[in-house]
């Protein structure tokens, strides 16, 4: 038998709405309905943030960087930053250095903020808007280049597909049933078992979700 040839797959928003009403135990009834069930996937978004590393959320991103510039505002999307390094020079002759995070308390230790070298370390400040701070302060411009985590895109619009790939649509529309459940009291009785699918489709796609890449563990003997 012939197969589609195709691997496609996905939901739009409102598929997804009610495919997760459906697997509730109920099925959109109203606009209402539609409108209560887009704001909790947009919380459960943001639940999945923090969760732990999302890889397809991870984007690199650089900036200019001018003498003397040491206060870094980052993009208001940006959840955490994975890795950072100082780029110098182009081509042939780039060079990247790579630099290392401190904690608040390091940073608070450090007597002289305004040292002026080669940055090597930096510090962020976890506001609403991100900011980085390096140390020391660059006495010379260059590009900084990290690895940020960002926030999974709203929903938008019921035509929308959302920002997750295809093989977290299983975690998503359990995630989304046992958030709609909950507001539903005559589905109370579903909800440990909707907690528990959810659990376990969203296991099954974050362990999928990971570094690939060999370990190679070197005892340091002294």
């Known amino acids: 038998m012939a197969t589609s040839g195709t691997a496609t797959f996905d939901l ?3 598929d ?10 109920t099925e959109v009834r109203s606009g209402y309905d539609l409108r209560t069930a887009r704001r909790s996937l947009n919380l459960l978004s943001n639940e999945w943030s923090n969760r732990g590393v999302n890889f397809w959320t991870i984007e690199e991103t650089t900036v200019a960087v001018t003498a003397s510039d040491s206060d870094i505002v980052l993009e208001s999307d940006t959840i955490d930053v994975l890795d950072a390094s100082w780029r110098t020079g182009t081509g042939t002759d780039q060079q990247d250095r790579i630099l290392t995070r401190m904690s608040v308390n390091e940073w608070n230790a450090t007597a002289n903020k305004n040292t002026t070298s080669l940055p090597s370390r930096y510090w962020i400040n976890r506001t609403l808007t991100p900011t980085m701070y ?3 302060v660059p006495v010379d411009a260059g590009t900084l280049v990290y690895y940020k985590m960002r ?6 619009a019921y035509t929308n597909t959302f920002d997750i790939p295809p093989r977290f649509l299983p975690a998503l529309v359990s995630g989304l049933a046992f958030y709609l459940a909950q507001k539903k009291p005559e589905l109370v009785n579903r909800l440990s078992f909707l907690k ?4 376990e489709q ?3 796609a974050s362990e999928e979700d ?5 370990l190679r563990l070197v005892p340091r003997i002294r």
């Not at 990971?210 to 060999?214: C, D, H, N, T, Y």
């Open 210 to 214: 990971r570094e690939r890449a060999s």
């Open 134 to 136: 390096l140390w020391p």
């Open 151 to 156: 926030r999974i895109e709203d929903s938008g």
């Open 196 to 199: 528990q699918e959810y659990e």
């Open 16 to 25: 997804l709405i009610e495919e997760a009403y459906e697997r509730a135990g």
């Open 12 to 14: 739009d928003i409102a």
């Open 202 to 204: 969203y296991r099954l």
